[in-house]
């Protein structure tokens, strides 16, 4: 029996569960080189990590010259996004692990992240991570993203718990 009675406990989703950072290189050098940018590196894209995607596509269109519109490049490069999260998310082991624990004793949980609704939805499929995490809350569903509380109050809300009764990871 679990010793958390009472105890929620609410997942980030991206560097936390999951390794998605090289899902999130490779859609942004495949959609570069599709643009005809060819050699875009780890280490370059390092520079853009905790940038939302919209604004590294904006620098990306002045520091590389693209010409196709914001909106053209936001879609293929989530495309390819979704397709890489939904075919190679790493998870943490020690995560699966701890997830599977708290759902064999029963702990209300629920995922809060700052990813789209499709994003989190093809990470925690492709993983298997849906099995146990069903209770999910994206940054565009609330007022105010990170670092706002805006979601885990969300979260907390969908699980029927006083934010006071839950552990934030």
């Known amino acids: 029996m679990s010793t958390l009675a009472g105890t929620a406990v609410v997942f980030d989703l991206d560097g936390t569960l999951v390794d998605s950072e090289p899902n999130y290189f490779e859609a942004g050098r495949r959609t570069l080189a599709g643009h005809g940018v060819t050699d875009f590196t780890w280490a370059d894209h390092e520079r853009y990590v905790g940038i939302s995607t919209r604004e590294t596509l904006r620098i990306w269109k002045e520091r590389y010259g693209l010409e196709a519109p914001l909106d053209v490049l936001l879609a293929d490069k989530n495309g390819r996004y979704l397709e890489l999260a939904r075919a190679a998310t790493h ?54 993203g990170k670092p706002a509380p805006d979601i885990f109050l969300e979260a907390a809300r969908r699980l029927g718990v006083a934010p006071a009764d839950c552990v934030v990871l």
């Open 91 to 144: 998870v943490y082991p020690e995560m699966r692990r701890f997830v599977e624990l708290l759902a064999h004793d029963g702990v209300p949980m629920a995922v809060a992240s700052g990813s789209s609704p499709e994003a989190i939805e093809a990470i925690l499929a492709g993983t298997g991570l849906d099995q146990w995490l069903t209770t999910v809350v994206s940054a565009e569903e609330v007022a105010h």
